[in-house]
């Protein structure tokens, strides 16, 4: 049956083109890929509430401005997106234009204006398939004045550069194929560049870090201080695949961005966006002298890694692969910006469990145990032992956070 | 009202090792798999984290991992003279509660038990003849020979990432290890945990005294080990904390370090805790099993219908389950008929606390599965034809812990408070090490469970009662074991050693161990034993027991390995087998 439906396919395929969606429902190969492409640009990780119907919408997201709720993306006529053109979603994706007026670029589509119009179809194509549910999303629950849409008239003319991905001569295939997917769907930058005050990307600092949602979503350009520079493309194909490497273990945001998005990912892809990450521009300037390890702050931060962190990490700050992430050499360790780092300390953490590594280890929350002093001297010596090197945090830091956490809703 | 459920393939009473170990076989075989836990849902990181697990008030003295006493109890006598009462606090052993059960709060000792002892009556009468044992120990052989049940020890090791030294491969007998044991089809999957000071002293002496002396073999991992479900373990840091605790640092096997991890991403698999399975219920016929029924937090009853039913809860709680429900003859101790409730055993050991004027044995460093053992006084390693009693145990230096509020050990006839016992405290905590003895024990007509006639339980259940204390062959063992370590031990040159063997009458507010075992005996036989050699129920085929309940008696090792490869075994059976043509025996009686 497979064999005959696929053949039907062609058919259609060769009599109506590639660049259509899928008009009666039945184009297999489309939809498929729509699925993988939905999977890639991570729609469901803001369209489906956890535990609630795929892409019913309605989760909230915290931007620095308010809360939007994701809409539903399902094919409900009223609700959902059913009733929509073509063009209209196609605009949407690409040109953040919907038939309500402006979205917010809550919505990626900054980045996704770089995807081909056959997988903005396609991913079109597989969104009518899903099971249409009825939720009526009022998305904009800005305050004013950003809840008027057309304040994105003037945002767009600042930040949005419009325009579909055009491949760059002289980079390989592979080169160009990890570019589209990390500058286009993928939209790496939506968390790991830094915005400014209005919520555009900083793109001269591009894919060097930012702090969202309380969390540093870390550097991953080729810096091989604290990117991925020092991770071969197997190390970032397996961190993206399974969450774990030989250095690091996902959790926070990037744990979901794991289970919903890159571990369903061909192996292809994800070499193609670990060749382009790698090769992507490193941070200007030399890396930091590591600290002293008689500075006051280091002998202190020894004597409490020692007593509350060597038992899993290890006394070389080694960790143990697939269950404790390694300190020594990690860039996330290393970052410019401790918050991650901080908050993880104090609030624990659970790493990412996966088919192939579905031990998903946690660590303790040691906020209630150790104070700001404390914790700082401890990050501080990791920070700045085994070769690591980057600036001490302050207690005044770890107190900031502690703050912000115990104010933040879980 | 107890409101009725959609039926399921199998439901699981008690989420502890074996209820974790079947549920991952019959997962992945397919079945949809509900079980039910009484205790709550437990995580390494939230449950026990590093930053608390090493609390000895909070998980020792004040018992946190364990059932509380006032959910479910036993009542207790020695023998039939006296009037049961109600164990309103642990004491002798503890009775496990939650998802991990005793896996959680284990000292991880892995071993597996002798050849022999899977014959211990057959083979005792064709050594000393049939007078040679009392006429009121009731020892049984288990229906199955050490043969069957290796592949499935080898599969529990491999599971948990077992630290040791192999001492017999496939015959060949290995330097290192133990000389005793059976053949086992390869090496430990990971090496023998470090020794400390005190085991390697002991182990120095006992080579001097001519005996082959070997790493316990050990859950508590002496390095990281990723197992075949691909979940991964990290390596014992030796703090102590291992027995009543759990481990804060992946690195004692548990379900939650080895199972449950790839278990909860099933999507055919289901938890309920916080719910207590009140009865196994049986269709008209009395030979089928329903479902089960189960009170919430909420005091809701529901039904939930099965067509399996794997009931897998601690010793204990299996045979009152059995008796609760009505299924199999309850035992009969006049009669020595019916076979739920009969053989309940225990386990008989001993110490040797040896103080030294100039060696400092740093006891902090430790892990429950330490130590240096000897395993020539074990089973029927030995010949018993002068000594008059039979069976036996390890020996070894084993103190598995230095934990401050325990580990305050002083020379017989010192002072037990004010300040020149702190005095001695101080003087003798680090120079004091303890040897010990593991033995087992044999099953007699009086040591029994049955129902009390008194007191109930909280669901108006009638209170599991136990029958039990030491006989003569039992503390003549200890004795002798006592000796045979204490010999050792005085070699390592103590200024002083105070001997404890074991001593009757049974006390069942000292704590000895949790081994209890017995009343669901497995067996060839149906007249003496509830289960086949696959722990089906001899009378409702749709109902198989897990745990220590199917032991006969006890061995002197201890038994998790043998109640976790059992369940494989019973698993391998349900799946190759059973499913084939469910409801059926397995063995025809």
């Known amino acids: ?410 | 009202m107890t409101r009725r459920l959609p039926s399921t393939d199998a439901v699981i009473i008690g989420l502890g090792w074996t209820g974790s170990i079947l549920a991952e076989a019959l997962t992945r075989a397919g079945l949809n798999v509900v079980a039910i836990e009484r205790g709550p849902w437990r995580d390494t990181a939230t449950d026990f984290p590093t930053t608390y697990a090493q609390d000895e008030l909070r998980y020792h003295i004040r018992h946190d991992l364990f059932l509380r006493p006032r959910q479910e109890t036993f009542t207790f006598r020695h023998n039939a003279n006296e009037t049961a009462l109600p164990m309103r606090a642990w004491g002798s052993f503890m009775p496990p509660n939650g998802v991990g059960g005793g896996g959680v709060h284990w000292n991880a000792e892995t071993w597996r038990f002798l050849p022999s002892d899977f014959q211990q009556r057959s083979h005792n009468i064709e050594r000393y003849g049939k007078n040679f044992l009392p006429d009121d120990m009731t020892i049984q052989d288990w229906g199955i020979t050490y043969d069957d049940i290796e592949p499935y020890y080898d599969r529990f090791e491999y599971l948990c990432g077992t630290s040791g030294i192999a001492g017999n491969v496939k015959g060949v007998i290995k330097e290192g290890g133990n000389p005793f044991e059976g053949p086992r089809s390869r090496e430990y999957p990971t090496p023998g945990q470090k020794q400390p000071f005190g085991p390697t002293l002991f182990a120095k002496a006992a080579i001097e005294t001519g005996f082959k002396p070997f790493p316990q073999p050990s859950g508590n991992l002496s390095q990281a080990y990723t197992n075949p479900l691909g979940v991964t373990l990290g390596p014992c840091t030796y703090c102590g904390f291992c027995e009543w605790f759990g481990c804060g640092n992946y690195s004692k096997a548990s379900p939650q370090t080895t199972i449950l991890p790839v278990l909860v991403r099933r999507q055919n698999f289901q938890a309920r805790t916080q719910c207590e399975v009140v009865k196994i219920n049986l269709d008209k016929s009395g030979k089928r099993a329903t479902g089960v029924t189960y009170i919430d937090s909420n005091g809701e009853s529901w039904e939930q219908p099965a067509e399996l039913v794997l009931l897998c809860a601690f010793q204990l709680f299996n045979v009152h389950m059995l008796l609760s429900s009505g299924i199999g003859q309850p035992y009969n101790p006049s009669t020595n008929e019916g076979v739920i409730g009969r053989n309940y055993s225990y386990q008989v050991t001993s110490s040797v606390n040896a103080f030294f004027e100039d060696k400092i044995f740093n006891p902090f460093i430790s892990s429950g599965s330490i130590g240096m053992c000897v395993d020539d006084f074990n089973g029927d390693n030995f010949d018993h034809g002068e000594l008059g009693f039979i069976g036996g145990g390890y020996i070894g230096a084993v103190q598995t812990n230095g934990r401050p509020l325990q580990s305050t050990n002083l020379p017989a006839g010192s002072p037990s408070w004010g300040a020149d016992w702190k005095k001695l405290v101080k003087e003798n905590y680090l120079r004091t090490y303890q040897t010990v003895t593991h033995g087992g024990c044999c099953s007699y007509r009086d040591a029994y469970l049955d129902l009390d006639p008194t007191y109930t339980d909280a669901f108006g259940r009638k209170l599991l009662r136990i029958n039990f204390d030491f006989h003569p062959n039992e503390l003549k063992m200890s004795q002798y074991l006592t000796d045979r370590v204490a010999d050792i031990t005085q070699k390592m040159g103590p200024k002083h050693m105070d001997k404890f063997p074991r001593t009757g009458p049974y006390n069942s507010t000292i704590y000895q161990t949790t081994h209890t075992c017995g009343g669901v005996v497995m067996g060839a036989d149906p007249k003496t034993s509830a289960l086949n050699r696959y722990l089906q129920s001899w009378d409702v085929p749709n109902l198989f027991v897990t745990g220590a309940s199917a032991f006969p008696q006890n061995a002197g090792y201890n038994p998790t390995n043998t109640v976790a490869a059992l369940a494989f075994m019973a698993g391998d059976a349900i799946v190759n087998q059973y499913l084939k043509a469910p409801g059926r025996p397995l063995v025809q009686a």
């Open chain 1, 1 to 410: 049956m497979m064999r005959q439906a696929a053949c039907g396919l062609l058919l259609l395929l060769a009599t109506a083109g590639t660049a259509s969606a899928d008009p009666d429902g039945q184009s297999f190969d489309q939809i498929s890929r729509g699925r993988y492409l939905a999977a890639l640009g991570d729609c469901a990780a803001c369209h489906t509430i956890p535990g609630g119907p795929l892409y019913g919408g309605g989760r909230p997201l915290e931007t620095p401005f308010g809360t939007l709720l994701a809409p539903n993306l399902t094919p409900d006529r009223e609700t959902g997106i059913g009733a929509w053109t073509e063009e209209q979603f196609v605009a949407a994706l690409r040109d953040g234009k919907f038939p309500g007026g402006h979205l917010y670029p809550a919505m990626p589509y900054t980045y996704y204006t770089r995807m081909t119009r056959d997988d903005a179809l396609a991913i079109r194509a597989y969104l009518a398939t899903v099971e249409p549910v009825r939720n009526d999303v009022v998305a904009n629950q800005l305050p004013f004045p950003f809840g008027i849409r057309a304040s994105m008239v003037g945002w767009n003319e600042l930040f949005f550069t419009p325009g579909e991905f055009k491949p760059v001569a002289g980079k390989s295939a592979e080169w160009n194929r990890g570019a589209y997917l990390v500058e286009g769907l993928g939209h790496c930058g939506m968390c790991h560049t830094e915005k400014n005050f209005l919520g555009g990307d900083h793109t001269s600092r591009a894919l060097q870090g930012g702090v969202l949602q309380g969390w540093f979503s870390p550097n991953v350009t080729g810096d091989a201080h604290t990117g991925v520079g020092g991770w071969s493309v197997d190390d970032i194909v397996e961190y993206l695949q399974t969450g774990h490497n030989r250095i690091a273990a996902a959790t926070g945001p990037m744990s979901e961005v794991i289970t919903n998005s890159t571990s369903k990912l061909d192996h292809e892809d994800l070499a193609a966006i670990a060749t382009y990450l790698k090769d992507t521009a490193p941070q200007s300037g030399a890396a930091p002298v590591p600290l002293a390890a008689n500075d006051a702050a280091m002998r202190a931060g020894a004597a409490v890694y020692t007593d509350h962190c060597a038992a899993c990490h290890a006394a070389a700050g080694t960790g143990i692969v697939g269950l404790f992430p390694s300190l020594k050499g990690s860039s996330s360790v290393q970052s410019v910006d401790a918050t991650s780092l901080i908050r993880v300390v104090l609030e624990g953490a659970q790493s990412v469990a996966t088919d192939p590594a579905p031990t998903g280890a946690s660590m303790p929350s040691f906020g209630w145990k150790l104070n700001d002093d404390q914790i700082a001297a401890a990050i501080t010596y990791i920070r700045n032992s085994w070769g690591n090197a980057a600036s001490p945090v302050s207690a005044g830091d770890v107190g900031k956070s502690r703050k912000q956490l115990s104010q933040a809703t879980p």
